[in-house]
């Protein structure tokens, strides 16, 4: 299986990748956190009493006390993965962030000095990484995958829009990078062998774009595109609705799961974050 660094790099440049300058050195720089993975504690749901118990009443001392929830687990699954999602945030991020900026990739956007060449490094794996995803979801080796399909979320065919707008303009289109291909090779064995880890994938690569992947989309197009706006930031149809129906699909998938099930996802969204990310001067 793939290590869980080379994961951690490669999912991290799906976010940000290859818009920084750092005026340093032209190699690729890494940064390593101390922050450790959180580990959850399982509870157990109480088992229901029979019902000549309820009847008669049960005393204070031998009632079992209902477990504690989670932060946002009334709300639903997807509000558990929100919330572990801006404590990873910062500030500039997000503004329920809580995260301390620390490294070069977590300073706000208008720092960042694009390339176009960089940019495109960005597109073509986000495309491989976008037809990987779609590729598992439409063979749905776990039948709830299958809930997943044809959401108006779906990037690939936006994406080889744009990478063909680009070959027009007289631009040369690299292959898919190390990073691209790894996160890519990944996706495809978690999605066999662990639907709640890669559900967490899904969630987190599809909403980031929808929301600060815009608003990255929106300045590298201010900088390096004459404002050029890209179909991959487009959606046919309303996005905020688009949305709330893959919100309730999660939900809905994520009510079979155990406890442990939903942490083991929550974990997996945590190293995500958590280890070392990859940083390319471009």
Known sequence: MVSLTSISQSQYFLMKPH????NINTKRSLFSSNFLPLRFQSYKIPRNMNRKSSVVGVSATTAEKPRKRYPGEAKGFVEEMRFVAMKLHTKEQAKEGEKEVKEPEERPVAKWEPTVDGYLRFLVDSKLVYDTLEGIIEKAAFPSYAEF???????SEKLAKDLEWFKEQGYAIPPPSSPG???SEYLMDLSEKDPQAFICHFY????AHSAGGRMIGKKVAEKILHKKDLEFYKWDGDLSQLLQN?????NKVAESWTREEKNHCLEEKLKNHSN???ISSV
């Open 181 to 183: 291909i790894t996160y």
């Open 246 to 250: 893959v919100r309730d699909k999660l």
């Open 149 to 155: 399909r044809h959401t108006g979320l779906e990037r």
């Open 19 to 22: 818009l920084i300058n750092t």
């Open 276 to 278: 070392i990310q990859e």
């Open 204 to 207: 987190n690569i599809y909403f």
